[in-house]
């Protein structure tokens, strides 16, 4: 499988870092597989971390390290989790993949949250 053909996308504009949560917060409980941000949600996963009640959750999900380049493939990185107020209160790690034009992310349900966390978007 070619990962940089094969993902899918994230649009949703909520996905966004500064998009406050309002009364329905969203999850990422079904994710499973090659996904790029696009569009509303952004271009990329957010590296600095969003206030609680962002991005379309009670808990917003960061990554806590760099973008890899083009040569370094695809790389594992530390996605934390910014629960009540402390920014990596607990992480899970993903896959992230430098498409030349793009990233595209591993991603599946951050485990043991219930449906409170998700990953975040910015441009």
């Known amino acids: 499988m070619r990962p940089c053909k094969n993902y899918k996308t994230l649009t949703d504009g909520t996905r966004k870092y500064d998009y406050g949560t309002g009364n329905d917060p ?3 409980r ?3 597989g090659w996904y790029r941000f696009q569009g509303a949600a952004g ?3 957010v590296t600095t971390c969003p206030p609680v009640s962002r991005c379309g959750a009670i808990f917003p999900a960061w990554l806590s390290e760099d973008h890899p ?3 370094e493939g695809t790389v594992e990185r530390k996605v934390c989790i910014n ?3 402390i920014c990596c209160h607990s992480s899970v790690f993903i896959e992230v993949k430098n498409c030349t034009s793009y990233f595209i ?3 599946t349900d951050p485990r043991g949250w219930g449906c409170s966390v ?3 978007g910015t441009d």
């Open 26 to 28: 969203k999850c990422d």
């Open 30 to 32: 079904t994710l499973n």
């Open 43 to 45: 271009t990329k996963m």
């Open 69 to 71: 380049t083009v040569a």
């Open 83 to 85: 629960d009540f107020g």
């Open 105 to 107: 992310y591993k991603l």
């Open 118 to 120: 998700l990953y975040c």
